[in-house]
């Protein structure tokens, strides 16, 4: 099938330099080198762009109508087309409600707090082990589909409410059902390390976890990626290291959780370990950063966690940028962090985290996509140009800035993914 799209406004490309690589400092928000002026024209055929054009020179060669069932052509009438977005960063299939959780932090409870009190990520854990394949598959496919709406076209998914090797398996399982049947390109990383199951000796899990749980996902590949809740009160730096380096060991590459509530040095250790990603990062320290950034380590921030746990919005997002140290932003979509909207993240990146709308645009399409890439030269997510991936956005805005402008509301009029329209 073709995707035709004509009368373009501004199209936001992302793609200078070497897509394989993440844009960093000045580049970030230069406009000139990624923004082209509106007249464009887009052709995808079998999801991969082919064609970026003057408008009126598709438009002569191939028509202006769909022809039988060939050619699907799209009169964008002058909106702005941006990528679609890449969220890095999601616990997408949980059962169970959390809600409660508001008042309890209202009434000065903290993280650590709810959960010695039932609350928290078991309670999450005993509402997921009782939810069979479809139950899962039933609330992944609802959420993806709400991601969709608000143009996401690349998601990671996490497990990690299992805290077995049974439940850890079915949520694996899970994400790649769901993977092999939307149109979204969705990856699946194992955080059998999220917690430890209530009643086992720490020790005894982390042996589980290196000796029956990795080798089950890494023999039914299952999974791109290990992670580790890496924090004072879960896992600590030597728990963190032994499970990421019995992964690196198997062949299966880590992303992090770490430094979310305090400098717990786990940003130190994501860098010493090479891991992908180092995730929250909110209060790593200075070397951490650079040196993660030295090695390869993007930096991503998570910015709606803070803000549903009333703390206060402060991110060193500017620093970074200032620096010319890489990162992104993603939703954290989990029980508590109900949100998969990336304009809404958007939103809170420009209105109260100072950056332009192109320096978080680059953080939720191009930077993100450096890290799923399936290999270290497979640049074709989270830019526009010929021979990526065709996930792109139609706004319903006249200006690439308006994807996130509406706080609340969506800028999204359609998303395309691999090439066909998911939502319009």
């Not at 803000?307 to 500017?318: A, D, H, N, R, W």
Request: aromatic share 6%.
């Amino acid at each position: 099938m073709r995707l035709l799209l004509l009368n373009a406004g501004p199209v936001a490309m992302m793609a200078a330099g070497d897509c394989n690589k993440p844009l960093v400092g000045a580049d970030m928000g230069d406009r000139e080198s990624l923004v082209a002026e509106a007249g464009l024209g887009l052709l995808s055929e079998s999801g991969i762009i082919t064609r970026i054009d003057d408008s009126k020179s598709l438009e002569d060669e191939f028509g202006s109508v769909d022809i039988n069932g060939s050619l699907q052509v799209v009169d964008c009438a002058s909106r702005a087309i941006i990528p679609g977005f890449v969220d890095s960063h999601t616990h997408l299939l949980w059962d169970g409600d959390r809600a409660n959780e508001m008042a309890l932090r209202q009434s000065g409870l903290s993280y650590t707090d709810i959960a010695n009190q039932g609350g928290g990520i078991m309670k999450t854990v005993d509402a997921t082990r009782k939810a069979d394949l479809n139950r899962l598959l039933e609330l992944g496919r609802k959420r993806i589909a709400r991601a969709a709406t608000f143009g996401t076209t690349t998601m990671e998914c996490k497990s990690g409410y299992g805290l077995s090797l049974d439940s850890e398996l079915r949520l694996l399982k899970a994400i790649g059902h769901l993977s092999d049947e939307s149109l979204l390109d969705i990856h699946p990383t194992w955080l059998g390390a999220h917690d430890f199951p209530k009643g086992v000796d720490t020790a005894d899990y982390v042996e589980e976890l290196i000796n029956e749980q990795l080798p089950e996902v890494v023999e039914q590949g299952i999974a791109r990626w290990a992670d580790v809740f890496c924090e004072p009160g879960w896992y600590n730096l030597d728990q963190t290291e032994d499970v990421v380096t019995a992964a690196a060991n198997a062949g299966l590459p880590s992303r992090l959780h770490v430094d979310e509530f305090v400098d717990g040095g786990g940003l130190a250790l994501a860098a010493e370990l090479g891991t992908v990603s180092g995730d929250h990062v909110g209060y790593s320290s200075d070397n951490a950063r650079a040196a993660a950034n030295e090695a390869g380590t993007m930096q991503t921030f998570l910015p709606g966690t803070p803000y549903v746990l009333g703390k206060e919005l402060e991110s060193p997002v500017k620093q970074c940028l200032n620096n010319e140290w890489m990162f992104s932003l993603a939703t954290d979509f989990n029980p508590n962090c109900r949100s998969l909207s990336i304009p809404f993240l958007g939103s809170l990146a420009t209105h109260r985290l100072g950056l332009s709308p192109i320096e978080a645009l680059a953080a939720v399409t191009r930077n993100p996509a450096t890290t799923l890439s399936a290999s270290e030269h497979d640049g074709t997510l989270g830019s526009i140009r010929i021979g990526g991936r065709a996930d792109i956005l139609i706004l319903d805005s006249e200006y690439v800035d308006g994807w996130c402008q509406m706080p609340g509301d969506n800028p999204v009029a359609s998303t395309i993914a691999n090439g066909i329209i998911v939502k319009s």
